[in-house]
């Protein structure tokens, strides 16, 4: 288990037994300079309620989010695959279960969601299809309250065709992203049921986020993601940088998850379909990767078979 206190410019883990810090510096207090910007009644308030999301791992490399607000008790899961790693740690915690968002359909991710339903009526708020267990149906542009915070709902069709993502802007400190299986650190969803065009768009649409936002996905796949990113774009040093980061980090066993779409459009090369290393690349692959959406699609395929 894994908590990483959301503290803005700097995400601070802290593991059960030893603190670690991701940034090396955040004490998880507001930064000093940062003082100046808000009453001190209104800093209280972010204080109060700044969120901690919790990374409980799941299977073979699924992360289920806990999003739990300082000084409360009750916490929201995204995604349960599994109930039993979350049932564990709200007795441990002594915490109570207010709400469950799923991003799609496959198992796991919500495997677990009817056992979770037995422990309290809850609202259970996801796409419709698929899943008998949702309470509260969302589509793009919806907007849901939860942990006292709004989540807009962004439609990502092409992993899934029910695939959504939740974006947070008012979080306390940076916004928040739960993209599911579509974007993940360094590397994207497969496609099982939509086209390469419609996880074109959907990566689109993510990529326009402010470029500080926590990038919370569903799977521990960043490493073999950033050997393929590596494969197309050797010359790009921020993905070398990255990639000692990763090692260090899986050697450690720290998760690698959040990231930030900021890192993102720096190394995910499936954000970089416009970039002439990247393309070189894809052509390299599809002679015809005459746009940034064929220069994805021939990357989605590389990587299918990398
Ligand atoms: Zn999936």
């Given amino acids: 288990?894994?908590?990483?206190?959301?503290?803005?410019?700097?995400?601070?883990?802290?593991?059960?037994?030893?603190?670690?810090?991701?940034?090396?510096?955040?004490?998880?207090?507001?930064?000093?300079?940062?003082?100046?910007?808000w009453t001190k009644a209104t800093c209280r308030e972010r204080v109060k309620n700044r969120m901690e999301i919790t990374a409980i791992k799941a299977f073979s490399d699924n992360y289920i989010w806990m999003i739990k607000n300082k000084n409360d008790s009750s916490v929201v899961i995204v995604d349960?695959?599994?109930?039993?790693?979350?049932?564990?740690i709200?007795?441990?915690q002594k915490l109570t279960l207010s709400a469950i968002l799923i991003t799609h359909w496959h198992?796991?991710?919500?495997?677990?969601?009817?056992?979770?339903?037995?422990?309290?009526?809850?609202?259970?708020?996801g796409p419709d299809q698929h899943i008998p267990e949702v309470t509260q149906a969302v589509t793009e542009g919806d907007t849901v309250s939860v942990a006292g915070h709004n989540f807009r709902v962004i439609e990502v069709p092409g992993h899934t065709l029910d695939h959504v993502a939740y974006f947070c802007a008012d979080s306390p400190q940076s916004p928040l992203?739960?993209?599911g299986d579509t974007l993940f650190v360094a590397g994207c969803g497969r496609i099982f049921e939509g086209s390469h065009s419609q996880m074109y768009e959907s990566l689109q649409k993510l990529a326009v986020l402010p470029t500080d936002t926590h990038v919370y996905c569903a799977h521990e796949y960043t490493a073999a993601n950033l050997a393929f990113a590596t494969a197309v774009e050797p010359n790009n040093e921020a993905i070398r940088q990255l990639s000692d980061e990763v090692d260090h980090k899986c050697s450690q066993g720290i998760p690698t998850v959040p990231s930030t779409l900021q890192q993102e459009l720096a190394t995910n090369p499936f954000l970089r379909t416009d970039q002439a290393e990247v393309i070189l690349s894809a052509k390299q692959r599809a002679v015809d990767a005459n746009s940034p959406a064929a220069v994805f699609a021939s990357l989605r395929q590389w990587k299918d078979n990398f």
């Fill in 177 to 179: 992203l739960f993209s």
């Fill in 80 to 88: 349960p695959g599994d109930a039993k790693p979350v049932v564990d």
């Fill in 90 to 92: 709200l007795r441990k």
């Fill in 107 to 125: 198992a796991d991710h919500i495997g677990g969601v009817s056992k979770l339903c037995q422990l309290a009526d809850i609202p259970v708020i």
């Fill in 1 to 37: 288990m894994l908590v990483v206190c959301h503290t803005g410019d700097q995400s601070v883990s802290l593991s059960a037994t030893h603190p670690v810090q991701f940034d090396g510096k955040s004490n998880g207090e507001l930064p000093e300079a940062s003082l100046s910007l």
